[in-house]
């Protein structure tokens, strides 16, 4: 899945950047960096004679990139494009010693503010699903300026932070919990919403669920904002390139609701979910930001970007029994017969991989039985079997390990040809021709 | 790089199998798992309200697979061939507070005591060293048993653990230096050798390098001791296997000297080192060892295995000036036109990266000359240009963004045999041909 992952992300033109796990603690709590929940999972790390608290891992690829991009912008220059795969750490519930490492894909493009490159994105993850087998997925998408601009029109403009983290969590929690949540904003400190108004948002959040047509209804209500139809506008145009970059419409939804907790989004936002196992949340979310950077420079640095979890996708897949196991990536098991040099297996197996076909030599003249064994078990598709009477006459077998079919006696100059059409044959035999 | 290790670990049957990064610390610092110097440069990794002490980060990968393996075995079958890529961490200088984060590659082979492992362990290291792209190393061979039988042989059994690690630092600190540590070893509270001793241990390691001669010249003189002549078998046994799959001579060499400091090891022992670039030390080094597991299982581990260091051989091809930049791996920029409407550019893209080819469209429409010099920095071969005049015709310009030949007036209908055709050009013209 990675491999799928890391040739979609290359095909877009997304460079490979990884940087430390480790970070400077400052970089990580800085202001804006984590929310607090986050903040209070961080992994601090010494070593002897360090300094305690100077050093902590990385809870996401984000702030990392940020610290990276203020730092290097002027030679990377811009649009920047890159990806990184790598584990985060988030420490949970400390007192059982227990601890979260996950691995998220993530990638942004910087220094534009074009909404090709927020349609880009949800192709991407669009790509990247599919290219991993992924079936039946729907990218929601949002623009934070049409969330915003409903607030401003009830009066709610100051407290928007909170209702996004609380609308956050609708799809978690139900209506009746952030509704309770919204009134009181407890948690926050907040001043909490009266009961119409919370009603209010939440039926705007909830009714504006569905296809372009959603934009149109909002756009008749809210469109004299001028921030708000900016927000409308963006989100045609990505459904407009989307649909020439041929995504299907029914992987696509708006949904005015879509909030995105993290408070540095600032215009199209993504969530995916998999049809029928939405319990699992969003794998793949992510956002355009107007400054990523503002942390570690004055620079302005807009961008957009997303991140894919893996953990979660694996999970569900998992769950759903969508995960072929995948096995060995080398087709050709090489067997050792015994009282047969190894020699033979290994000069044969050289060959074939020269050829670009992957082959690999059981280690030792155990019984062909159980060497035939191993190789199902593992998932190579054909063995190659060199007994004495055929090490004579330089010529070998070769078995088709799923039929159990075997061709004998052929010759051994002919190696590479024979395994590379009998890999057509079980490549077809699997398709079901 | 790391896609070409990938690969070759792939063809020859290595699956990938991560390890999380933190691993608790008494799997890290239980006997034997890791020398006294680097147990000195654990990080230790705490959050809020969990135990000091209990977690830390991973030194080496080898330690993770032995755990894994120990807890694994009966469900994974031997052989068990792993592959893994990732970062260890290392503390050093901690008053500083600095540290030191790097990728090691370990593969393995566990549940094996066959010279095909061994033999396929150093054939892995030259097909991923060569894929890579290094030039002229050499991958140099010992195996532990005519060692150790060499100072049986003189008495000196009871010292072999110091003077592996002393002879470990020959090429580092040189002979002098190796002398003055045998005779006093005192940084081991041993007893020291007598200075005949020591300087015929030292003559020992320092005659034994060459070809496979080096072996008949040992055999002559200990290879009445069974150990010694089981050692001088297997190493024959690998470079005859070597040999059968291709792998020149001149890229191997044994040398009875060779050490390899760790205590683990008992049988053929690696380590690899680039011509002319030897102040680096070995770039991928390994070797057999008995019983990997002991510390978590009772049951008998053998295997084999190497680890190439990534940064280390980075850090080498970089001063040797051999690392080619290698920037985006789209060959195709698609250009936005001022005044022509994205989806075009867009579509074009998506139906380039369909037929294979990986695209990147640049996201604003700003001057053509500066998209160009994007481009041409970032390593993109060939950029598809729409003006207002192309896209009414429906035709496109295509550029060689080396040569700056753009065909003009090719018709969108064949883009991406266009596209194909001059891709091959461009990559006959980098070929010099």
């Given at each position: 899945?990675?491999?799928?992952?890391?040739?979609?992300?290359?095909?877009?033109?997304?460079?490979?950047?990884?940087?430390?796990?480790?970070?400077?603690?400052?970089?990580?709590?800085?202001?804006?960096?984590?929310?607090?929940?986050?903040?209070?999972?961080?992994?601090?790390?010494?070593?002897?004679?360090?300094?305690p608290?100077?050093?902590?891992?990385?809870?996401?690829?984000?702030?990392?990139?940020?610290r990276?991009?203020?730092?290097?912008?002027?030679?990377?220059?811009?649009?920047?494009?890159?990806?990184?795969?790598?584990?985060?750490?988030?420490?949970?519930?400390?007192?059982?010693?227990?601890?979260?490492?996950f691995?998220?894909?993530?990638?942004?493009?910087?220094?534009?503010?074009?909404?090709?490159?927020?349609?880009?994105?949800?192709?991407?993850?669009?790509?990247?699903?599919?290219?991993?087998?992924?079936?039946?997925?729907?990218?929601?998408?949002?623009?934070?300026?049409?969330?915003d601009?409903?607030?401003?029109?009830?009066?709610?403009?100051?407290?928007?932070?909170?209702?996004?983290?609380?609308?956050?969590?609708?799809?978690?929690?139900?209506?009746?919990?952030?509704?309770?949540?919204?009134?009181?904003?407890?948690?926050?400190?907040?001043p909490?919403?009266?009961?119409?108004?919370?009603?209010?948002?939440?039926?705007f959040?909830?009714?504006?669920?569905?296809?372009?047509?959603?934009?149109?209804?909002?756009?008749?209500?809210?469109?004299?904002d001028?921030?708000?139809?900016?927000?409308?506008?963006?989100?045609?145009?990505?459904?407009?390139?989307?649909?020439?970059?041929?995504?299907?419409?029914?992987?696509?939804?708006?949904?005015?609701?879509?909030a995105?907790?993290?408070?540095?989004?600032?215009?199209?936002?993504?969530?995916?979910?998999?049809?029928?196992?939405e319990?699992?949340?969003?794998?793949?979310?992510?956002?355009?930001?107007?400054?990523?950077?503002?942390?570690?420079?004055?620079?302005?640095?807009?961008?957009?970007?997303?991140?894919?979890?893996?953990?979660?996708?694996?999970?569900?897949?998992?769950?759903?029994?969508?995960?072929?196991?995948?096995?060995?990536?080398?087709?050709?098991?090489?067997?050792?017969?015994?009282?047969v040099?190894?020699?033979t297996?290994?000069?044969?197996?050289?060959?074939?991989?020269?050829?670009?076909?992957?082959?690999?030599?059981?280690?030792?003249?155990?019984s062909?039985?159980?060497?035939?064994?191993?190789?199902?078990?593992?998932?190579?598709?054909?063995?190659?079997?060199?007994?004495?009477?055929?090490?004579?006459?330089?010529?070998?077998?070769?078995?088709?390990?799923?039929?159990?079919?075997?061709?004998?006696?052929?010759?051994?100059?002919?190696?590479?040809?024979?395994?590379?059409?009998?890999?057509?044959?079980?490549?077809?035999?699997?398709?079901?021709?």
């Amino acid at each position: 899945m990675l491999a799928a992952f890391r040739r979609t992300f290359g095909a877009f033109g997304f460079v490979p950047i990884e940087t430390p796990h480790i970070e400077r603690m400052e970089v990580l709590t800085g202001k804006g960096a984590g929310s607090d929940e986050v903040l209070r999972q961080i992994f601090e790390v010494t070593n002897k004679g360090g300094t305690p608290g100077e050093l902590a891992l990385r809870f996401d690829l984000t702030v990392p990139l940020a610290r990276f991009a203020a730092k290097h912008i002027d030679e990377l220059g811009t649009p920047f494009k890159r990806y990184a795969i790598g584990s985060v750490f988030r420490g949970e519930r400390p007192a059982k010693g227990r601890f979260r490492e996950f691995v998220q894909c993530d990638f942004d493009t910087i220094g534009t503010e074009s909404a090709v490159a927020d349609a880009e994105t949800a192709q991407v993850i669009h790509a990247a699903l599919d290219a991993a087998g992924v079936p039946g997925f729907t990218i929601t998408l949002n623009h934070r300026k049409i969330l915003d601009g409903f607030l401003n029109a009830h009066g709610l403009a100051g407290v928007t932070g909170q209702v996004l983290r609380s609308l956050d969590k609708l799809a978690k929690i139900g209506r009746d919990a952030v509704l309770g949540e919204l009134e009181r904003s407890a948690s926050e400190g907040g001043p909490g919403l009266a009961n119409d108004q919370a009603r209010r948002v939440l039926d705007f959040a909830e009714s504006g669920r569905g296809g372009a047509e959603v934009l149109d209804g909002v756009e008749a209500s809210l469109g004299s904002d001028p921030a708000v139809a900016h927000g409308i506008a963006t989100l045609r145009n990505v459904l407009a390139l989307l649909d020439a970059a041929g995504v299907p419409r029914d992987r696509l939804a708006i949904d005015l609701g879509l909030a995105r907790g993290l408070d540095y989004y600032t215009g199209t936002v993504f969530e995916t979910t998999v049809k029928d196992w939405e319990k699992f949340g969003s794998i793949a979310s992510g956002g355009r930001y107007d400054n990523l950077a503002s942390l570690f420079t004055t620079r302005r640095l807009p961008g957009v970007g997303a991140s894919i979890g893996l953990d979660r996708l694996l999970a569900l897949m998992d769950e759903a029994g969508w995960l072929k196991a995948t096995g060995t990536t080398a087709p050709v098991l090489v067997a050792q017969f015994p009282g047969v040099e190894p020699i033979t297996p290994f000069s044969l197996a050289a060959r074939l991989r020269a050829a670009g076909i992957g082959a690999e030599v059981y280690p030792d003249p155990i019984s062909i039985g159980k060497q035939m064994g191993y190789g199902s078990s593992r998932g190579h598709k054909l063995a190659v079997i060199v007994g004495p009477d055929e090490a004579s006459r330089g010529v070998f077998n070769l078995r088709n390990l799923a039929t159990r079919v075997e061709d004998k006696g052929l010759d051994q100059s002919v190696l590479e040809d024979s395994v590379q059409s009998m890999l057509e044959v079980v490549r077809m035999q699997e398709a079901g021709v």
